[in-house]
């Protein structure tokens, strides 16, 4: 079975500064990855997904993540957040091709002026 | 061109009480999807349905729960005899085996239930 852990439940950061959201998944089997965002009182978004080829992916927004098999991490970073970003970021898992989505428990970015 | 609409948005029922939730997907899409967002289990996958095939129910909680794909379109996600611990956003998802996007499920704004 696949799980996924985001370490941090909530992260503060200041307006220009760079964010990382960290996510580490477990799974006995080969999967594609995603980060979602959740706006206040809005539906999932995908920012980005990983499934198969450079391990650099650059999603939307301006944010990329890398793909790290040996540490089994799929990480999101961003170098200049703005007061926009403050969302609820979801990283998620998915066995094969259109399967369900397994997500991690969520962390909200709160970007402060 | 509609993304994923559900219906209602929001939901309040008394405990007990059956409730029907509706999704209707993005238009060609094959493959839907059922999760639940709540404060104490976060983001849970429900049900899934492809094409034809059976569905997989394996995330469904409980047998007062079950839901139903017409046409190949649509879906209802019903509970019944509802309890509190059923409150949550009930978040419909949809995506297509075409090459350009597979993988990417479109989510709708999903239906907030509350049971009192």
């Known amino acids: 079975a696949q799980s996924v852990t985001q370490l941090d439940s909530q992260v503060p950061v200041f307006e220009e500064a760079p964010v990382e959201l960290r996510c580490n998944y477990s799974s006995s089997v080969s999967v594609y990855l995603f980060w979602y965002v959740q706006y206040p009182n809005q539906g999932l978004q995908l920012l980005l997904k990983?499934?198969?080829?450079?391990?650099l992916v650059k999603g939307i927004n301006g944010f990329e993540a890398e793909f790290n098999k040996s540490q089994t991490s799929f990480h999101l970073r961003k170098p200049s957040v703005h007061i926009s970003d403050t969302a609820e970021y979801f990283c998620a898992v998915s066995k094969y091709n259109t399967d369900k989505l397994i997500f991690g428990t969520g962390t909200r970015l709160q970007v402060f002026p | 061109g509609a993304g994923v609409s559900q219906s209602p948005s929001n939901k309040v029922t008394e405990k007990g009480k059956d409730v029907e939730l509706r999704c209707d997907p993005i238009s060609g899409h094959t493959a839907l999807y059922w999760y639940r967002q709540s404060l104490g289990q976060g983001l849970e996958f429900l049900i899934y349905?492809?094409?034809?095939?059976?569905?997989?129910k394996s995330g469904l909680p409980s047998d007062r729960f079950s839901a139903e794909r017409t046409g190949g379109s649509v879906s209802t996600l019903t509970i019944q005899r509802t309890q509190q611990e059923d409150s949550a956003v009930y978040l419909c998802a949809s995506s297509s085996s075409g090459a350009i996007s597979k993988n990417i499920q479109y989510f709708g704004a999903g239906t907030r239930l509350s049971v009192l």
């Open positions: 349905f492809q094409g034809n095939s059976a569905p997989d």
């Open positions: 990983y499934l198969s080829g450079s391990t």
